[in-house]
């Protein structure tokens, strides 16, 4: 396997010559370095580099240019290698436009030029950065292919959950030349699907979601037995939780159930997000998350359910599905929310052959040219019509109320508004769905007059309701009537504590109905349903586990 490439762009020759000299000095025993002089030029060695299958690692990139300036270039190398690390480098007069590729392009660094000695003020940087890349699931191999039928539930779940951990992968229909070369070097048939299949040869057919998670590279198993902090679910919550329990000396390890980013993670742009004035993508913000919480030493755990907890004395002990334990001095419950199913007939069997749950972003360029349609009036919903408005010829809002202004941001309403391909339904509710292989045709109602009508679509996206993942604490932790987690004053009613409660003192404001158990971002009763409380309520949480841990 051909080693990963570091590529530098600038289109001053003398300055060319000199980051690649410097690049090569350190790092060219591991990595191969191209240089290229212009933005088209380097963009066409991408492609050729895409094309023979292998993995670009950093990107250095000159500002001014002509033609294309390393902005652009570095957003539009994005399409080709999105986990390749990005460096803008700048003169000290151009460090404005720097900060502002932070949010374009999501930039890693930027570096001013002159940047001699390199042994201060480069190689510090590109060591950081590298190590960085190889520590992301995709650096072990050039590309994952995944082989399976269009309209297979089974499918769609590997590319899912591949998606949703952000490693990069090719999808081939069964039908295609090369995965009929690819059955045959593994021995299957075309029957044999989802097929997948790693650079190096390995091929799993119908993996499970932790046998898939092993195959990529996610770290499915704890270090040890004892933590001092277990956060549970890997939201904004969960790794704003991670990132400061970690970073603040607690051993911290996050255990999450599919992947982590929860629903924001699927997002395809959050505008209103602290410090991101151009918007954030839900995996960028996720990415970095993970990387600044492994950074501090946090683990973090995926494909891994938690299904009970128990008090062990001064230890709480978290139950897997599997049977295995997980003991710690502390935890923090950040399982966040699931949207609720729709209940009308023919869509439970339509399941991921159509009908989806949340945006399940890796279908939207499937949805070229078809009428997609989208059913609740949150920020969730805006931001998926919007990004499926990119690839459908038209995007069908559907709600159940007058309009949309009491349950999605004001800015996300009028960014609507703008786009001629969503259309907002109001009073409208889905209450059927037919089809064969997939789904074909929904039923509508009008919820005023009772009228139904037919329209064809291959394409419902459900984004209602909230409903918290608590029904493993059932008997151990002290819930609302919806299942959301009580904590501080609203399990102290009329002076008295909550039964069981075994301290000389009332619960903290995050605390549950269990000392020592933490409840952050929507699973907890009366939150605040945004990304920036989410994550400002799993710092909150390590502050009082801090306080916790001083009296114990």
């Known amino acids: 396997m051909a080693n990963p490439v570091i590529l530098t762009l600038d289109d001053d020759p003398a300055v060319s010559r000199a980051v690649a000299r410097d690049i090569r000095r350190r790092y060219g025993d591991r990595y191969r370095v191209i240089r290229a002089s212009s933005g088209p030029e380097a963009l066409e060695a991408l492609r050729e580099i895409k094309l023979r299958g292998e993995q670009v690692a950093l990107l250095l990139a000159d500002y001014r240019m002509p033609e294309m300036n390393g902005i652009e270039f570095l957003e ?40 001699h000695p390199p042994e201060e003020n480069l190689y510090p940087v590109v060591d950081s950065l590298l190590d960085v890349w190889a520590a992301s699931p995709d650096a072990g191999s ?169 008090e062990a004395g001064s230890a709480r002990l978290l139950r897997f599905s599997d049977g295995q334990t997980l003991a710690a001095h502390a935890v923090v419950l950040a399982t966040g929310v699931s949207y609720r199913l729709l209940d009308a007939p023919g869509l439970a069997d339509l399941t991921g052959r159509g009908v989806f749950y949340g945006s399940a972003a ?42 949309l202004t009491a349950s999605m941001s004001q800015y996300l309403i009028e960014q609507l508004g703008r786009i001629e391909q969503v259309s907002v339904h109001p009073h409208t509710e889905v209450v059927g769905a037919t089809g064969g292989e997939h789904l074909q045709q929904l039923t509508l109602r009008d919820t005023r007059t009772g009228e139904q009508r037919e329209v064809d679509s291959s394409w419902l996206f459900v984004f209602i309701g909230a409903e918290p993942r608590t029904g493993w604490l059932d008997g151990t932790v002290v819930r609302d009537e919806r299942g959301f987690v009580l904590t501080g004053p609203d399990l102290v009613t009329g002076g008295r504590r909550p039964p069981g409660w075994s301290l000389p003192r009332d619960p903290y404001h995050l605390e549950s109905s269990v000392p020592g158990v933490f409840a952050a971002g929507d699973v907890r009763a009366d939150s605040v349903k945004r990304v920036a409380s989410a994550v400002g309520e799993g710092a909150m949480a390590v502050t009082l586990v801090h306080r916790y841990l001083e009296t114990q």
């Open 362 to 403: 890796s279908e939207a360029p499937s949805c070229v040219g078809a009428e997609v349609y989208i059913v609740g009036g949150a920020n969730s919903a805006g931001q998926a019509a919007v990004h499926f408005s990119r690839y459908a010829q038209r995007v069908h809002v559907l709600i159940r109320g007058a309009d």
């Open 76 to 115: 539009a190398a994005m399409d080709l290698f999105l986990a390749a690390r990005r460096v803008l480098l700048t003169a000290y007069a151009d460090t404005g436009a720097a900060i502002d590729a932070i949010n374009v392009v999501d930039l890693d660094h930027y570096l001013l030029k002159p940047w």
């Open 142 to 310: 050039t590309e994952i292919r995944v082989v399976g039928h269009r309209w297979s539930a089974e499918s769609f779940a590997v590319r899912d959950f591949l998606a949703r951990n952000l490693v990069p992968y090719r999808w081939l229909l069964a039908d295609d030349p090369e995965a009929g070369r690819l059955f045959t070097a593994a021995g299957v048939t075309a029957n044999d699907v989802p097929l997948v299949v790693t650079a190096d040869g390995k091929a799993l057919v119908a993996p499970s979601e932790t046998e898939l998670a092993g195959l990529v590279g996610l770290n499915v198993t704890p270090a040890a037995d004892f933590y001092d902090l277990v956060v549970v679910g890997g939201g904004p919550a969960g790794l704003g939780a991670a990132v400061y329990g970690a970073s603040e000396g607690l051993r911290t390890v996050l255990v999450e159930r599919l992947a982590t980013g929860g629903q924001a993670g699927q997002s395809s742009r959050i505008e209103n997000y602290l410090g991101f004035p151009e918007g954030v993508s839900g995996a960028q913000l996720t990415d970095r998350a993970r990387r600044q919480a492994l950074k501090f030493g946090a683990e973090l755990l995926s494909t891994r359910e938690v299904v009970g907890l128990d």
